[in-house]
Every structure is written in structure tokens, then in C-alpha cells.
């Protein structure tokens, strides 16, 4: 049976219904919120329609399970508080309409809490192993709800955690929330991994001082030794670094933070991604050593929060290679190999078993947002590459 | 009759008792606080004994006046809300002393609110013109109180506003609130003048963006543009600059604040301070030359808040050259002439009379803070200059 390209988009249009935004096609549909239970129930139903049982687990990750081994296809159905309607629902739909017409079984999961309401990615964290139960019931969101709370009356109704011995592969088809595809008009960006990250606190104390009367020789101006800090890391990076290569001061919180006074003291956030394990441990030791470096010369004293660290993941090369040869009969010219930038479900499920990743294109490069959309055209090229790769696995 | 150095120290203490913080010698007297209003009421108290007439004007400045005309000397007996025992308190002992002591007629004050609880020096602001009571009685302090409502007990009781011609001349005694005197070994310093100042609000608007999937070459990222302003700013003031001349960036504002998003607007203070209007006006303009083309370099949108502009006020040549006279006969070798980086009532007063200032050393430069201190030798020496230079006026 061929994919059904508009049941595809017929249903991916529905599951946009529960918490749409009423602004553009955006939807609020954050984990364990109304609209996302909704959704996750009627998603149930599909699932049972193409034949498929559906099974929740105790943190409400909902699986349309094939009978026997099978492929695991999917990706998560929450939102961002304010979101786009492909995040996550696009690989959620695709692997249904997959599961639906192929003859090779393919069970489809809508992984809970991705977008981290409560942790990062913590639905896929917990089932993978990544992140025990007990850690993940503590977490804690905006307005001080427990993940424990949260998850709690879909935990009444569910039949344990899967499995995964069952699964031989898992695919995650995904919009790529970055501007590459869209700059250079291609469709298809087969995934080669998901980067690393690195991300810590920095500090900077200074000396807190009046504006007027310490004259600029006999200051220990923290956010001077930011901004120095800044430069000169710029600059160190650029013999380092790869084009994919990312870093960010995001988070810049001075203190007293005031006009009329010499801030004393500034603490920001530092995070770098990077595909190349090795690359990330060079910046860090940049980074490091320019810290020292700055604070020796401004008078100022440094210290460093926790750094937190996920390791890059590889796809599969078998995966991989079906995806490849799948986008070269789809979409031959316009589609290339890239890596990851954002953290995915994949990440997570690398864990279990292997994994492979497929990238369609976001117009402007737009996520997270109301605004965030995909040409019908390329969410079908994905939909078809998708098909393409499973009967290429099954041969 | 001598001034009397014991009857001006004890005077001195008395007053940081009104308010003590109970860590060193630091005072929580707050323009209209309780501890505030005592010590004006001992203020009072200490002038009529003097055989000056007490009057409360309706913002509540507190005057002390000798009958006909006289010379006006003080400052402000409010403080910080963490404040120093010494900020204003000084010239107002130090003005009563003179006055018991003094064979020509003194008057003294104490200014209600110079500390900014409201406005900028606004007891002196609104008695000088600089500010009416229209605008002033609208101010609202940090918890939401009005000044209109916070005037009110004391204006209740108010003898109407003194009118200025009845004084020759105003001079405040203050301490530097900076580390220059202590840092050389000095005892007094002669203002020249008070340096004018600068400050608005500057904005640069970007793009937020996903701090994994954007790369560095497509990113609008504002606190880079922040960052590059700055370095870019510091370089070319080196031209322009004196050593006295001050620039602070000493209040910045990231949105969204957060380590996985790229910045898209940053919001900060630029503040700079200088004794020659038309330095104030070069370094304006490179300001905004710099902003400008950092903002077309960046691809980030460039706005401006409202500046706020206050002069540079020379000092009255008679009356500072009186105080340069008595430096030298009590500190011969240890004074010098300098400009007030801080603002002070003597700036509003300036707008109705002839104004000198006098500093005195400040401990490590520390002041708006518990620790300030100044010794007492320093205290005395400030105290004998103030009366040798009255009497050379009497001359």
C-alpha cells in the first residue's frame, strides 16, 4: 500500500486542533496540559485504526506498538508554550502514515515533555535510562508543579514501560528549526549526528564602585571583563572552530545593575555545541584559559558553576545510508548531509538501540514560535524519503 | 570665639545615632524615615541653641537662619539606605559649628532627600527651581510611596520656602567619596568644579534564535552587538578623554535572558561624566557614531532612550579661592584643587548664588556604604579650613 499524502497532511492539520494558538497554525499544547492529553487520546485511536496497540507508559510516552519486532518510528507531540504545529507532531504523524501503509511492521511513539516543561527531553530521558524515575518525579516546572504531580493520572492508566529489546531501529523524522535547507533551497537534510553541548555559569567579581567618583583606571569593572572576555574568545575560536561550530553567551545578569554605579560583579551563562568530542573539550580549555587570562589582568576573581555535558551522537550508519539513498531518489540535488544543532528524542534513544535522524526544511529558519511552518511540498518530499528508506531496509 | 574641635566630633556622633545600623559606624536615615525626621528635630534643636531661628520648608529642607543677611553653609543629613555616617552629615555639623563659632553671620542647612529616594537631589532641586513641587510631588520611591505623601507631615508644619537673596553665597563641606585624597596621603580638596553628566538608555533590537540550529555567521545576536560597541567605544575615547573624565555601562538588560537562546535585544545604561561641556558633547557624538555603524555592521535596529543632561558648575572664584587660602595655611603641601565627580546640592544651589565645595578624604575611597569613614584628624583639618576661609571672607 502507498503512503497516503493526504491523509498525512489531513491529520497532521487535526492534531494541530488540540491547543491551537488561534495566531497563524501555532498551538499550545505543553506536556500533560489539557490539549496535550486530548491530543495523545485521539492520536490512540489512530494508532488503533492502522492496527497498531496503543500502550502508555508511566511517564505518558503513548507507543503504537506493531506486533513482534519492529521499526520504531516517531517523535513527541508537546509543545513550547508558544509553538509551531510541526515541532514534534510532524515525525508523530509521518511515522503513522508509514506504519499505516507499509508492509514491514513499524511501531510509532509520541514521546512526552520533550520540549522540557519539567527537564530536557525527559520523557525519552526516563524511558532510556538517561534519567531515573525518582530524579525525574522531582523536577520542578515554572510555576512549581513536581514532574511526580504532572504525570501522575496518566500513570494511573498505564501498562508499564516498553520494552525496547522489541525495537531494531528507531527514525526520527523532524523540521530542522535552523535556516540551512530554507537559505539554500533544498528539502532533505539527512541527519550525521546531534551535536554535543557544553553550557556552565561564569563569574566575574569586581569591585561594586560610584560611577562618578572612581576614576577608570582604579576600576574592577565586571562587565569590562565580559566584554573582554567576549572579544577575545571570538578571536581565539576562529583557528578552532568548524562552520557548524556554535557558542553563545545567552544569560548576562550584572549586579547592582544600576547606571550611576561600577557593576561589582557578573555572572553569565557559556555554551558551545559541537559534533567533534575532541573540539568541545579544545573550547572548553580556550575558555578556561581566557578566563584566567582576563581575570588576572582586570583585577577581578572568577569562578565556575557546574558545566553540563552531553556527549555528540553518531546516527547509524545502516539507518543513515537508507535515509541517504532515500532523499537521492526523492529529492536528487536538494538535499544534503548536516548535522544536528538542536537536542533531539534520537539523543536519548542512542541509549537503546540505533538511531537515524531526517531534516525537512523551516521557512526563515523559524521554531519555537507561532510563526513556525514547512511547504506542504517538502513535509510530503520527507513523508516519501521516510517510505523510500523502510522499503530500502526491508530488501 | 574658636570652633570648638571636641563640641564638633561629639556633635558628629550624636547625629549617627539617629539611624545607626548597628555595622561600624553606618547609618539607615532615609529622606522623611523616622530616624530622618529625629534628626532633624535635633538638628533643630542644636541651631536655635546657636541662636540660629529654625525653618522647615515645605519639602522639608531645614534651615538654620541668622538674622539679616548671611552666608549659607551645609549639605544633607539624609542617607543612603545603606549609607555612611559621613555623607552629608559633615558639612551639616561642620556649617553649625562654624556658626556657633563665627563672628559673621552663618546660616545653616540641611537638604531634604539629596540621597535620591525620590529624584536627584531633590530637596535642593525643587528650593533651587530646578525642579517644581508639581513634578516633584509626583516622584514615587521604590516601594510606590509618593513624595507628594512623604512631604506632607513635614509640609504641615512648614514655614513656607526662605527666600534666596538673604545669603551671599552657599559652601558645602563634603568628603570625596572617592580614592584620590587617601590614595596621595592628602588631607583637603578644593573643588574646581562639579563635573557635568550624561545618561540614556540605549537598545539594540536583533534576532532571537535557537542557540543550537543558528550558526554563527546568520546570527543577529544583540549582546555581540552590545559587546562590540563597547570595545569599539573604549578605543575611541582614548583620543578624547582626560583623566578625570568617567564612562559606565553599569545597567544591562538581555531578553530572553536564557543560555539556549541567542540574545535578541539588549537594553543598557551609558552614562559618562565630565567637568567640560563640550568634551560631554564630543563623547556624545561618538556615542552615537559608534552605536550607528555597530548597528549597520550587525545587522541589528539602534534606539535611544530620553538623555538626561545636568551641566559641569564651576566653582564661585571668591569663595573657592577663600577655601584655597586655608588649605594652604592648615595643610601646606597636602591639598590640591579637584572636580566633584559626584553630584551635590551645591550643583542645584549654584542656579541662585555663588557655590564652593570643600573635600575631605574618604578611607579607600569606600562611601555609600557602612565602612565609609575619614579620620578624624582629616574631619578637623576640613573643620579649620572652613573657618579660616570665613574669616578671610570677612576680611
Known sequence: MAVDHTRFLTDLHTLRS?????????????????????????????????????????????????????????????????????????????????????DRPISVVSFQDEEGRFGVTTGSAVWSGGLSLEQADVLIDGSGVTFGSARAEMAKKSQGFVDPVRFSGFIEMHIEQGPALDAAGEQIGVVTDIVGIRDMVITFQGQQNHAGTTPMHLRRDAFQALSLFNTRLNDRFRNVVMPQTVWTIGRVDVHPNASSIVPGRVRFSMQWRDGDPERLVRMEDIIRATAQQIAEEQGVTLTYGPMLGLEPVSMDPVLRGALESGAQAIAPGRWRNMPSGALHDATNVSRLMPVAMLFVPSIDGISHDFAEDTAEEDLVAGLRVLDRAVHSLEE
Do not use: C
Not at 491551537?20 to 490512540?44: C, E, F, M, N, T
Not at 505518558?60 to 513482534?68: C, E, R
Open 18 to 102: 488540540f491547543g491551537a494558538s488561534g495566531v497563524g497554525k501555532g498551538v499550545i499544547r505543553p506536556a500533560y496540559s489539557k490539549a496535550d492529553i486530548a491530543a495523545r487520546q485521539w492520536l490512540a485511536a489512530r494508532m488503533a485504526e492502522a492496527g497498531l496497540t496503543p500502550h502508555v507508559d508511566p511517564v505518558g510516552n503513548l507507543f503504537g506498538l506493531a506486533d513482534g519486532p519492529s521499526l520504531l518510528m516517531g517523535s513527541h507531540s508537546d509543545s513550547q508554550p508558544e509553538g509551531g504545529w510541526l515541532d514534534g507532531a510532524l515525525g508523530v504523524i509521518a511515522a503513522l502514515e508509514i506504519a499505516r501503509s507499509s
